[in-house]
């Protein structure tokens, strides 16, 4: 990588708060390569350039730590994971985290198992699953820390897929545009029935450009109702009001 390619990014992440060693760099970069790679077969991404990716992906990932804070040794679950952004990018910041990264599509997943055995990162599960099915289960219902899902559903679908999985008084984060206030409007009764409390709203912008971004938090303070989720499909079909 070049000398001031890397500059230009540490300067982007110092802006944030971030510093990454050469060692995490040099890992999110061999993940880069991977994921350029196979999106010229496999539809991963739209983006196609490196600093993009570093920009739009990476350091949008990050943005996450202005917005939260995640103890150590967290269990982490990244809903609708695509090929591992946002959780891969975190778990190569805070290799401490327990991560599990859920994503419905197989593919996806078979990409996101070659890439975690290539970088040699530990303690992370791929999940094949849809959230509706893994909310049913003893094994995840309940069990996490933190729920983060980036460019997934709307806020009121969302949270069914989310909160399901997220501990009473652990947290779950939606990465979002600029525009949040209808979604939240639209959300606010799935969030009470679901047993989360009233949403908190990180807002800034992304380093290196204007590009707004918020961080939607919803701390869950009951126990999610047992008949949630619904079944497969449900939540999108008729999303809770
Ligand atoms: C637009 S992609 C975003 C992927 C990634 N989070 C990112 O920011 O690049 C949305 C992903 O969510 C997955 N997804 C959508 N609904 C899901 C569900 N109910 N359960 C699990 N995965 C889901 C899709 O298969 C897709 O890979």
Not at 98 to 108: C, I, P, S, V
Not at 216 to 228: E, L
Request: net charge positive; glycine share 8%.
């Amino acid at each position: 990588m070049q000398v001031s390619f890397k500059e230009k990014i540490k300067e982007m992440l110092a802006e944030i708060g971030i510093n990454l060693t050469d060692r995490q760099v040099e890992t999110i970069k061999s993940y880069i390569d991977m994921l350029l790679e196979t999106n010229r077969e496999m539809n991963l991404t739209a983006i196609n350039e490196e600093g993009e990716i570093w920009r739009k992906h990476v350091i949008d990932s990050l943005l996450v730590f202005c917005a939260a804070e995640i103890s150590s040794g967290a269990r982490v679950i990244d809903v609708g994971s695509g090929a591992g952004i946002p959780g891969i990018i975190l778990k190569i910041y805070r290799p401490d985290l327990n991560l599990t990264l859920l994503e419905a599509q197989r593919k996806k997943i078979i990409f996101q198992e070659e890439a975690v055995a290539k970088l040699g990162l530990k303690n992370i599960k791929c999940l094949w699953s849809r959230a509706e099915e893994a909310g049913r289960l003893e094994e995840h219902r309940e069990k996490y820390d933190v729920a983060v899902a980036r460019a997934v559903a709307p806020l009121n679908i969302l949270v069914e897929y989310c909160l399901p999985l997220v501990k009473v008084g652990g947290l779950m984060i939606a990465y979002k545009g600029p525009s949040v206030d209808e979604e939240l409007k639209a959300a606010e009764k799935a969030i009470a029935i679901l047993g989360g409390d009233q949403p908190e709203v990180w807002r800034g912008h992304l380093p290196g450009g204007e590009e707004e971004r918020r961080l939607i938090k919803i701390k869950k303070s009951t126990k999610t109702p047992t008949n949630y989720p619904r079944r497969a499909g449900m939540p999108t079909r008729k999303p809770l009001k």
